[in-house]
């Protein structure tokens, strides 16, 4: 638990994967916090003072103290509350770097391409983000073979640093097996993420953390219905 006079308070969104990083990570700390739903359409007076220059969640607000984007607040936790929980990031500095490194890499390529996928307005730029997530999985596929040394998680025996990276992505995995019939890992492309997915998923602390996926779908179908209605209306 956070230490006598911690007060932690996080600004988040529920479907967000960036802020899922975050009570991810204080869920396997084991971290009591206040939790605040923004809606980013309305966004609070407290979100836009304590993140003025990208108005985004998730912010941590530690004793009145604003850390803003998800890595950097997922590694803050880690080192402001080192005997709490799991150790997230390695003590070790080139395996710390190696984390960090491919955590960017899930941001940049995994994640972006991934979304444009879904989101590309036309089938064209469908195909060839799809092609992109494809290659990033693969990458991942083999960072984790390297990271993880043989055993169950990124961060060996015990989940670390890039398993609370990857993870916030595992409900909307589910969530996009149910909405495209496909799923982001699969037994044949990428097997040792395939089984990493429904081995993080099972962990007490990440059931904690993580929404549900059916609901994830419908919020997905909800925002497609409308974004394709805002697009006839210009039309």
Same mark, same amino acid.
């Given at each position: ?23 991810? *990570? ?32 998730? #912010? ?8 803003? @984007? ?8 880690? @080192? ?5 929980? #799991? ?44 092609? @992109? ?9 083999? *960072? ?33 097996? *149910? ?29 904690? *953390? ?26």
């Amino acid at each position: 638990m956070a230490g006598a006079g911690d007060e932690l308070k996080l600004l988040g969104m529920w479907t967000s994967p960036f802020a899922l990083r975050v009570k991810l *990570a204080l869920s396997f700390k084991g971290l009591s916090y206040e939790y605040a739903e923004e809606d980013l359409s309305n966004k609070s007076e407290l979100l836009l003072s304590s993140n003025p220059v990208h108005k985004k969640v998730p #912010v941590l607000i530690h004793n009145g103290k604003p850390i803003c @984007e998800s890595q950097v607040i997922v590694q803050y936790i880690d @080192e402001a509350f080192p005997g709490a929980g #799991v150790p997230l990031l390695p003590s070790d500095p080139y395996e710390r770097a190696v984390a960090r490194f491919w955590a960017a890499y899930i941001d940049d390529k995994l994640l972006k391409s991934w979304l444009q996928a879904s989101m590309g307005k036309t089938e064209e730029e469908k195909a060839e983000a799809l092609k @992109e997530t494809f290659a990033a999985v693969a990458n991942l596929e083999a *960072a984790f073979e390297g990271c993880s040394k043989g055993k169950p998680f990124f961060g060996g025996d015990a989940v670390g640093y890039l398993d609370v990276t990857l993870g916030a992505l595992v409900s909307w995995v589910h969530a996009g097996e *149910a909405l495209y019939g496909m799923r982001l890992f699969d037994a044949t492309r990428s097997p040792l993420l395939d089984a990493w997915v429904d081995r993080f998923a099972a962990l007490d602390a990440a059931k904690a *953390a993580l929404p549900d996926a059916g609901r994830l779908a419908e919020y997905a179908k909800k925002r497609q219905a409308e974004r394709a209605a805002g697009e006839a209306a210009n039309n």
